[in-house]
């Protein structure tokens, strides 16, 4: 596939089937985060894999009770190291959260996107030192539903050429 038609098909999937995320493609959904650029290549990032069922219930809690989470074969919580990275430690894990999304997404599974979480309480439930940043969880697994493609802006509204306001010419 290629990489504009993935990011045609990626979804946010709130439901998903009692099926396991395989190994192999867990490990090239992380392999492809590993990959992502980072400012001066500081790669600030860390990845904890929630799979165990009891686990991923007390982070579904702690992500606004958002319990659709849980039923994901694993969730995918993204850290950040500001102490490596002070100025773009989260925006690099976030450009790395979304290489595995899009890895996810080639490789037929579903995630959604989480920023809504009580930091606090998923550092404590994993164990995560108090000095990182928790930047996003995304739950993984073989999706139990095909949400339509969401609404977007024309490119006209959005995109600008050598001054805000002037239309682009392609």
């Known amino acids: 596939m290629e ?6 098909k990626r979804r946010s999937v709130r ?5 396991p995320v ?4 867990l490990r090239r959904m992380l392999e492809a985060a590993r990959l992502a650029p980072s400012a001066g ?6 990845f904890v894999v929630v799979r165990d069922p009891e686990l991923k219930k007390r982070v579904a809690e702690a992500a606004a009770r958002q319990m659709f989470i849980a039923d994901a074969s694993a969730i995918v ?3 950040a190291d500001p102490t490596v990275s002070p100025r773009w430690a989260e925006k690099d894990v976030m450009i790395a959260m979304e290489h595995l999304i899009l890895e996810a997404t080639e490789l037929g599974y579903g995630t959604c996107w989480i920023g809504a979480f009580n930091e606090d309480e998923v550092k404590k439930l994993l164990g995560i030192p108090q000095q990182l940043k928790v ?12 949400p339509p493609p969401r609404p977007r ?12 306001g002037n239309k682009i010419s392609f």
């Open 3 to 8: 990489v504009l038609e993935v990011i045609k």
């Open 15 to 19: 439901a998903y089937k009692p099926e």
């Open 22 to 25: 395989k190994e192999e493609d």
């Open 41 to 46: 290549n500081r790669q600030p990032w860390y």
């Open 77 to 79: 919580v993204a850290v």
């Open 135 to 146: 930047v996003a969880l995304t739950p993984v697994g073989v999706p139990a539903e095909s």
């Open 153 to 164: 802006k024309a490119l006209e509204e959005i995109a600008f050429e050598n001054k805000w």
